[in-house]
């Protein structure tokens, strides 16, 4: 029970985290390409839109920063078997990303949502500049982290202390399992922005607000749509060469829907294949839809039952992230370290009662916050350009 | 450099970067929990907001860079002073959780009803996250019941007169120096009007008391900070938390006779002791067992491998002066603007 507890709590918690994660990922390039063609033009449309989406960001960036702590701290409580085996080599990106990415972002995104009005235009291009250097650094050292998981490279495992002993910093950094997996993920994050930022704009051309200006937005989302997808398959076909290397039991997973360990059972390989073919199949779908709206852009432009059905699409890249990430964690299993070290040795031997509290706790709040943040996200969307901008 | 003395200089950091979470965090949180009670007003509620927000989020970063290097320095005292104080470290996430979005996001809406409940949450998230970090501290010098490599903990465990105390000293002097911080935001009014608040409620003269009780608790067991290795050896490092007692006594006089700057400096100077105190008084351990000093987790028992320490040591030297020096610049230069 306590193992079942321990992985369904921090399944719930990175899933909830990952709602914002890659739409901020993503949304702060849109607000810097805004911000900085205000720069240079001096034009109000622009700052206009910067504002505006710089609004969503910052809402999506609060709800992503504070359920990202809980990750942090979840490894202590519980995980600590883990920490102990793995901290050696897994604690120094941890580290970097919050000395590195974690006091940029957090520093000026602070002056971004309290100050931006009260600062000069060279000021406010610095602070998104970054914000965005924040957010890419964060994202690279917590994939770099992860990547150790999937491809343990740049430590040793010693058999008798039980843990492992970290030995090279270069193969940790450079390992190509996490460059891949920050690409594809970087990528697929820009992709679901695009899709988001599309449906709004194409709600406020609807709506007659500011038309001119969501024009132009729903104009760069329509070419990131098709630009990123047709990137995607082929970062993540070189993906799959990689994992054909280093983790064959994932491709039979991905393959054929089984696994040549015990420990898996038949129903989690079949899992691992379904979502990797629901993945694919979006994927398919993503290329075909965004040649569709940079082909037929006037076409939607004009058409309001076509701009409907944009907004309709808006889950459809969570779906594919999401089942990209169950392809890539459950594909993994049994282990949390791949060949080394596996989930069920990983967990801290607390009280069982107390992983239940945690997680009616943590369960509980995080539905507040779910509604919190949509009804936020909502009516800032709604209200467009006559919000809050200042 | 030698294994041995990365680790010791990054046990300081982690100290030090603890404190200056906390030093930061204090004032800024106080302004939190005064919403409810001096600003009746959305404009002062904005005011009020204006001066954490800007603020908050690279506060909080020092808090994850001090938890993130327990873990990367000493994975193994990380991993059971977590899950020893499993239902704290949750409490703790919570309060973090609703203050961080309730500063953030309280005018993102204008409904009189999500304004109402925002103010409360941050007020509300603000006291408990003083108190559960105030209980927290004092549980770490005081050190756990750990024996035989294990937590003998409940969910009870950590509440001691000592740590109830520290929890509600925390809170006394977010209230005090919250008022300092909106002084030197240039919040004349509302500054004067939580100024007469912590008078007129004997705030300020439960600074010294909470502190003795916090002192005298974490000193009442056999094992104490007072009886470890440092202090038993050099028998003057006693003057520093009777000079962090003497300095908390002076918050409690500057802040009576309304001295924003030198009340500041006080507080400064009494946290800085107090954990000074506590780290020279654990040392040279990550866990402390106030069963018996054996039980205890050691700095070199704990400790990660050199290539760990020095990779941390290289970026700490790289990276935290640049932190330091654009989180420093920041603050000099919006208290000069947001003053005029």
Redesign the interface.
Known sequence: MLEVLSRLQFALTVAFHFIFVPFTIGLIIFVLIFEHRYYKTDDQKFKKLSEFFG?IF??NY??G???G??M??Q???????Y??A???????P???????A??LE??F???W???RN?ISKTFRLITLWMIFIGVMLSALWIITANGFMQNPVGATWLVDEGKV?????GNLFFNPYAWYMFTHNHLASIMLTSFIVLAISMYHIQKKHNADAFKISAKIAAWVILITAVLMPITGNLYMNLIAVVQPDKLNMIQNGVSVSQDVGEILPIYVRGAFLVMVGLGTFFILFGLYVVIYFERIYTSNTLKKIMYAFIPLPYIAIMTGWMVAEMGRQPWIIYNMMKVSEGI???PVA?VW??II??IS?YVL?FF?DY??SI??IRKGFDG?LS | MNQEILAHILYGVIGLAYFIYLVQEIPTIGVGIFNIFIAKSNEDKKKL??IS??????I??WL??A???T???F??A??????GI??A??L???A??FR??SV??I????HPKWIKYMSLAWSISGLLLMFVLGVYFVNIFTGFTYENQSMDMN?FSIFSTASISGGLLFIALSFVLSSVWMKFNGLEDLSSKAFQFIKKYGIIYSIPLLFSLVLMGINNNIVSIISGELFTKYTWLIAIPIASLLFFMLVTLFSYLVKPLITYVSYFLGLAFFFISGFLGTFPYTLFSNVAFEEGLTISETM??P??LT??SV??VI??PI?IL??GQ?YVY?LR?DKH
Request: hydrophobic residues 55%.
């Open positions: 609004n910052i809402i609060a709800f920063i504070v359920t702590i809980v942090t701290v490894f202590g409580t519980n995980w600590s078997e920490v102990r793995m901290g050696d080599v897994f604690g120094s941890l580290v970097i990303e919050a000395l590195l974690f006091f957090a520093t995104a602070g002056i949502a309290f100050r009260k002993i970290f030995d090279n910093f801290s031997q607390v107390q509290f945690s706790l943590l709040f916050l919190m009804y936020l009516k800032t809050d | 907001q204006s927000g800007l603020y908050s989020d690279g909080e970063v994850i860079a938890v993130g290097l873990f990367a320095t994975p193994e990380f991993g059971e002073l977590f899950s499993y239902v470290a949750y703790l996430l919570i973090i959780i961080g979005l953030e996001l005018f993102k809406d204008d969910i990660s491998s290539l760990a990779v941390l970026v700490l990276i935290l932190v654009y989180q920041k919006f603007k």
